[in-house]
Structures are given as structure tokens and as C-alpha cells.
């Protein structure tokens, strides 16, 4: 599986980007989809996941930092996972990568369990 991340940019704190992150194969959708950030200290961490189509549990996981503002969501039949990103913060800016993992999505925030990782994309706020 290879993944191609697009969408980041410049911002003033209060708008909205939208980060997109195309995935090639057949087996998209049996995926725990996430997107990590990486800030300018080099600690990366996950933002928000999106568990695959068989998941019965909870849909979404967020970092509280991006709760209520951030949206995740996957076009399966496009084989890609969005990140909508709204109010944004300058403590929003660092490179955004988008992962893919086939552990069990109890495991979302363990960067470890992610297998494929997109080649990251800069999203720089300004206030």
C-alpha cells in the first residue's frame, strides 16, 4: 500500500484546511486509517483515526487538542481518508502524515502499529 497525502498549506488561525491522503491496493478499507502530526520538536502524534468498514464500535478517535474542530472521515470506493480541519490554531502547525495499520483498532494510538505512512504535507498557521 502506497499513500499520497495532499492539502496542506498556509492559514490564518480561524480557517479551514482540508488534508486529503489516496491510498493504493485493493484492501483500503480493512485499514485503521489515522492522520499523526509532527511538530517543529519532533514528536509525533496521532490526531484523529478512523477504524475499517467491518468496526463496530466507535467511529472516530480524536486528540482532545483537535475535538470538535477536526473531522476524519474515509471514501472507501476512492480509497481515501479526509481530514477536515476547521478554527485552525497555530498550534495546528506541523507536517501532517496520513498512516495506515491492520491492528485491531483498540491500537489507534500506538504509532508503532501503523505499517504504511504518507510522505507527510506542511500545514503552517499564522495568527
Known amino acids: 500500500v502506497q499513500l499520497q497525502a495532499s492539502g496542506g498549506g498556509s492559514a490564518q488561525a480561524g480557517a479551514s484546511l482540508r488534508l486529503s491522503c489516496e491510498a493504493s491496493?485493493?484492501?483500503?478499507?480493512?485499514?485503521?486509517m489515522a492522520w499523526f502530526r509532527q511538530d517543529t520538536g519532533n514528536v509525533r502524534t496521532v490526531v484523529a483515526a478512523v477504524p475499517p468498514t467491518s468496526w463496530n464500535g466507535a467511529s472516530t478517535y480524536y486528540a482532545d487538542s483537535v475535538k470538535d474542530r477536526f473531522t476524519v472521515s474515509r471514501d472507501n470506493a476512492k480509497n481515501t481518508v479526509f481530514l477536515q480541519m476547521n478554527n485552525l490554531k497555530p498550534d495546528d502547525s506541523a507536517v501532517y502524515y496520513c498512516a495506515a495499520s491492520d491492528a485491531h483498532f483498540s491500537d489507534y494510538w500506538n504509532e508503532a502499529m501503523y505499517i504504511y505512512w504518507g510522505q507527510g504535507t506542511q500545514v503552517t498557521v499564522s495568527s
Open positions: 491496493g485493493r484492501t483500503f478499507s480493512r485499514y485503521v
